[in-house]
Nanobody
Framework: QVQLVEYGGGLVQPGGSLRLSCTNS????????IGWFRQAPGKEREAVSC????????YYADSVKGRFAISWDNTRNTVYLQMNSLKPEDTAVYYC??????????????WGQGTQVIVSS
């Protein structure tokens, strides 16, 4: 059974950085596609980034392009989301999930519990 677990959220000042981690607790990462999503209070969930470990394709939302970077460490069964130049509008609960494809982020089969990111001075 896929059990995704996120780590790395917290409070950071504007302009700062955080690295989120997503791992599959207890099992090898068999899924080839991992996505990061976020949901801010009062807003709909949005797709932030996605990586397809099968063909190497990547996706970034326009709002995070040039600031966020997604990567896959096969040796650690972990997907990372490096977030730089953080802005207050990046404040949200961040989830990793197994979407159907990086070209179709309308849903996912498995979701982590989420990790809170707060960007505030």
């Amino acid at each position: 059974q896929v059990q995704l677990v996120e780590y790395g959220g917290g409070l950071v000042q504007p302009g700062g950085s955080l690295r989120l981690s997503c791992t599959n607790s207890g099992f090898d990462f068999n899924y080839y596609v991992i996505g990061w999503f976020r949901q801010a209070p009062g807003k709909e969930r949005e797709a932030v980034s996605c990586i397809d470990n099968g063909d190497g394709s990547l996706y970034y939302a326009d709002s995070v392009k040039g600031r966020f970077a997604i990567s896959w460490d096969n040796t650690r069964n972990t997907v990372y989301l490096q977030m730089n130049s953080l802005k207050p509008e990046d404040t949200a609960v961040y989830y990793c999930a197994t979407p159907w494809a990086c070209t179709d982020l309308s849903g996912a089969d498995n979701w982590g519990q989420g990790t809170q990111v707060i960007v505030s001075s």
